[in-house]
């Protein structure tokens, strides 16, 4: 406090360093932190993280609360934050040496929105990677963010809670929290579905079948001719009711044929019997699998196949970009080179 009672002023960079300072100790103790880091002044930069934040700012319950934690994100103050199904948590760093526990939960998208906007997409889009990196027609976007009739969330939708002592409705860390979250569509906007508990693969899958149910209309072919879902897969890039199995793909396939048996058989050697026993590495089972998924593949279906965390996945990941082994398809979707 100053002579006259007021908060002493904190300049950014002392922000900054305070809570690069607090992360470095998260760290030891937690590993698994996952802060939230903005690269430059632009907070937002692809499809889902702008819609996220410009949907918050368009209400006038948030319009004149949320810009306060605009600098509090910027300077790295949000030390973790995990998203799951309808629920985020993280830690923000205030004032005092312990950061703030910040808690916010978001309904899931509801049925007749969901509904509605599914019937909207048929025809509309090609594959979950143009879903993911927006690349749809404008009209459907705009569907997406309709004001209370889209996927994403009102105020009465979103609930929220901070561990500091401040009364106002939407405090600091709340408002750097739910930017925050912007943030984290940037990296992976898959995540977007997780926090509003809705399907991809069926929001994709349907649009994929209403548009090939058209074209099968106009040609007016018999059933001889038509596309079974392999062929679908393949031509769209999605699971149609089929779900891979990604630990039996991960693996080399047996061939159909075996092999005539002959009356004398060498022993394998050293070295073939150490190569079979094996196991790939992280680097290695990453790489095949995507490998396996020409059209792409998510983060989180990557998280799912292999059980490896997902802040491992992307480090691989970017690995294996950097080396040319495997393409960025769009935000959080990899393929093959």
């Known amino acids: ?11 950014l960079a002392e922000k900054k360093a305070k809570a690069e300072k607090k992360l470095a ?5 937690r590993p698994d932190i996952t802060p939230v880091v903005i690269e430059g002044k632009t907070l937002a930069r692809t499809w889902w993280g702008k819609s996220w934040n410009r949907n918050l700012e368009r209400y006038a319950d948030y319009s004149n609360r949320i810009g306060r934690g ?7 103050a949000v030390l973790d934050l995990k998203i799951k199904g309808g629920l985020v948590t993280a830690l923000v760093q205030g004032t005092r040496a312990k950061p703030y526990e910040v808690v916010v939960r ?6 007749a929105n969901w509904d509605h906007i599914r019937k909207q997409c048929q025809g509309e889009l090609r594959s979950l990677a143009d879903l993911l990196s927006g690349k749809f027609p404008k009209g459907l976007g ?15 939708e979103i609930s929220f809670d901070c561990s500091c ?29 997780t926090l509003r508990q809705a399907d991809t693969e069926e929001l994709v899958a349907r649009a994929v079948q209403g548009k090939t149910g058209d074209l099968l209309a106009r040609a007016a072919r018999k059933s001889t001719r038509v596309i079974d879902d392999a062929d679908l897969s393949g031509l769209f890039g999605i699971d149609m009711d089929i779900k891979p199995d990604f630990a039996a793909a991960a693996k080399p396939q047996a061939a159909r044929k075996q092999p005539r048996k002959t009356t004398a058989t060498s022993a394998p050697s050293a070295e073939q019997a150490a190569k079979a026993n094996q196991s790939p590495t992280a680097t290695e089972l990453i790489e095949e699998i995507v490998k396996l998924n ?17 802040t491992k996945i992307y480090a691989v990941s970017s690995r294996l970009r950097q080396q040319g ?7 959080g979707v990899y393929g093959p080179p």
């Not at 605009?70 to 790295?76: A, M, S």
């Not at 978001?106 to 049925?111: D, E, T």
């Not at 020409?294 to 997902?310: Q, S």
């Open 165 to 193: 002592p401040d009364w106002a409705s939407m405090c600091k860390h709340v408002a750097a929290t739910l930017y925050g979250i912007g943030a984290r569509l940037d990296e992976d906007p898959l995540l977007f579905f």
């Open 106 to 111: 978001i309904a899931p998208v509801k049925k």
């Open 25 to 29: 100790q998260l760290r030891k103790k």
């Open 142 to 156: 705009d569907i997406f963010l309709s004001e209370g009739k889209g996927l994403f969330p009102t105020p009465k």
């Open 1 to 11: 406090m100053t002579y006259w009672g007021f908060p002493k002023y904190v300049t």
């Open 70 to 76: 605009k600098n509090y994100v910027r300077h790295g």
């Open 325 to 331: 082994r495997i393409s960025y398809m769009a935000q």
């Open 294 to 310: 020409p059209n792409g593949i998510t983060v989180a279906m990557l998280e799912e196949a292999t059980g490896f965390k997902r």
